[in-house]
């Protein structure tokens, strides 16, 4: 854990809609990755890395269903899997296939746990059902006392 990344400098109390917009787009368009078969609720995220690239990732479910993965993870794992250590903020948009999101999909507790191990300081969580219609929050507001690093320190 050597290159960790600040991400304060980028990022505001109030995180700017030139931000946020971008990143649900992204997570709206990611939808189109996911692979849900069975539920058919497809997930998309768009993590932003604290050197400002968007890392996207859908659901990708599994007939055997423990073996399925969130789209919040798949975006968080690729970016990790390509160096990647610090994050600003992940917007997530979930619906059933083919609609447009009918309510915030907000992340799961592993998914949660998993953000935490990567958030940088003010790290946002973004659940969205349009481009007008979203709820930010600290990830502290969805995982309050969570256990980190710092806890085994
Ligand atoms: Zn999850």
Redesign the pocket.
């Known amino acids: 854990m050597t290159d960790s990344v600040n991400t304060e400098a980028m990022v505001q109390p109030q995180m700017d809609q030139q931000v946020i917009l971008p990143l649900i787009q992204a997570a709206l368009d990611a939808r189109a990755s996911a692979y849900a078969p069975y539920s058919h609720y497809t997930v998309g995220a768009a993590l932003l890395a604290a050197e400002g690239e968007i890392y996207t990732g859908g659901n990708i479910e599994n007939a055997s269903y423990g073996a399925s993965n969130?789209g919040?993870?798949t975006a968080i794992f690729k970016a990790v899997s390509e160096g990647r250590r610090g994050f600003a903020a992940i917007a997530i948009a979930g619906g059933m296939e083919g609609e447009e999101p009918a309510d915030y999909a907000y992340?799961?507790?592993?998914?949660r746990q998993v953000m935490k191990e990567f958030a940088g300081a003010g790290f946002k969580v973004i659940v969205a059902k349009s481009l007008c219609d979203y709820k930010v929050y600290g990830l502290d507001e969805l995982l309050p006392h969570g256990f980190g690093g710092d806890s085994i320190r």
């Open positions: 969130c919040e993870r992340p799961c507790g592993i998914c």
